[in-house]
């Protein structure tokens, strides 16, 4: 996929044969009809986007793909995590059907992991498939969400319980839709990058620790090389384990003690980023505690992590039993088997594994984290 090659502009490869994919990074992508020059024409394009980042970007999107789509649709969702519902997915299905949508029709996800999340689940569902694009504009969906085909929507008992897994046509990061992101949102993403240096890639951690001010002013050199190599890692894991039946599973480290705090909380009290942030801290300690890495190692990704401006304190979800509530809600994970919980913890600076624990080992994180 050569379209738009500015030679700023990166390609990264995700090899899953006939589901393969490229993964484009860039400035000036989003509103360029180059950029979308290999997916395939038909009738009609639907733009899934929401109240928020409609109004920044639909614009240039729709400007981009008339010329390849006899109509193209916006559908405009509400804002937030506590919209990633049936209802809020039947807006999507309301709007194709409303508009004689056939098996051809080509979504476009213009927004962050949630839009994302909610249009694939949709492609994926719609007359039992159909293609869709990723055009992320958070960090979070630009370094994870967007890659790797899990859509989903939330279950009030859990997190993404419900949903499918099933691969973009192609990944569009335009830098220039982080200009406009919210700091919070920005930590939040921040959150997903720390994530790859423990789990695979120490050499990135360390950059990351030297150029986290860039990062946080936004520099597009510092930005484009976090993206891409994030890009790397997880295309690298997907292109392996598409299905998560192994090595996915260590793109959910923080994500246990995470999701237990964003649906324990309600969601989108916590964003998403920082309760991976803090989950992170959270698992590390575990791992510490299992013997598999030393108190420095945990002190440097927590002191990481409150730089990045992620909370690392985690919050009380129970008055009466903290611990117990954590547990409670950590077993309504997908790693879960036979209502055991598993963990992934990091055997090893740069080596992530999954593993159950002793409850009363877990007990003791959650009662240090949240004191
Ligand atoms: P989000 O989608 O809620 O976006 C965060 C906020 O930023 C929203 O208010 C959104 O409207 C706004 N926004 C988006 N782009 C903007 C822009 N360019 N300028 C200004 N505002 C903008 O949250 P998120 O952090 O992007 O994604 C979190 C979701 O992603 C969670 O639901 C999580 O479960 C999911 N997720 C999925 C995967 C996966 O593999 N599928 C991986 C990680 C996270
Ligand atoms: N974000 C975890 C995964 O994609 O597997």
Not at 296 to 316: H, I, N
Not at 317 to 330: F, K, T
């Amino acid at each position: 996929m050569q379209a738009n090659s500015s030679p700023d502009t990166a390609h990264i490869h995700i090899d899953l044969g006939e589901r393969s994919y490229p993964i484009v990074i860039g400035s000036g992508l989003l509103g360029s009809s180059l950029t979308y020059q290999d997916i395939p024409k038909a009738a009609a394009a639907l733009v899934v986007s929401n109240t928020t980042v409609a109004p920044l970007y639909a614009a240039q999107l729709t400007e981009a793909l008339r010329h390849r789509y006899g109509k193209v649709l916006l559908v405009t969702l509400p804002d937030g995590e506590v919209h990633k519902d049936w209802p809020t997915l039947q807006l999507i299905f309301d709007a194709l059907l409303e508009n004689g949508c056939d098996r051809k029709t080509v979504l476009f996800a213009l927004g962050g992991g949630v839009v994302g999340d909610m249009t694939g689940f949709a492609a994926a569902s719609y007359m039992r498939g159909v293609p869709f694009v990723q055009v992320p504009t958070t960090l979070l969906a630009q370094v994870d969400s967007s890659v790797g085909g899990k859509t989903a929507i939330n279950h009030p008992l859990g997190k993404n319980m419900i949903g499918a897994f099933y691969q973009p046509l192609q990944v569009v990061c335009d830098l220039d839709a982080l200009a406009t992101l919210p700091s919070r949102e920005l930590s939040a993403g921040l959150a997903e990058i720390i994530k790859y240096g423990p789990i695979a890639d120490m050499e990135f951690f360390d950059w990351i620790e030297a150029n986290l001010e860039d990062l946080l002013a936004r520099e597009p050199a510092a930005m484009a090389h976090a993206i891409r190599r994030s890009c790397e890692i997880k295309a690298w894991v997907v292109s392996q384990d598409e299905r998560e039946s192994g090595l996915r599973a260590i793109l959910n480290f923080g994500h246990t003690f995470g999701h237990a705090i964003e649906s324990g909380l309600g969601y989108g009290e916590w964003l998403h980023g920082e309760g991976v942030g803090c989950g992170m801290v959270m698992a590390a300690h575990l791992s510490e505690r299992l013997g598999l890495v030393d108190k420095l190692f945990v002190e440097r990704l927590t002191r990481l992590a409150l730089r990045a401006g992620l909370p690392v304190r985690a919050p009380v979800l129970s008055a009466s039993d903290n611990a117990g509530r954590y547990l409670e809600l950590m077993r309504i994970d997908k790693k879960s088997e036979a209502g055991e919980i598993r963990f992934v913890v990091i055997d090893g600076p740069g080596k992530a594994v999954v593993r159950s624990a002793p409850d009363a080992l877990v007990r003791g994180v959650i009662d240090l984290c949240c004191a």
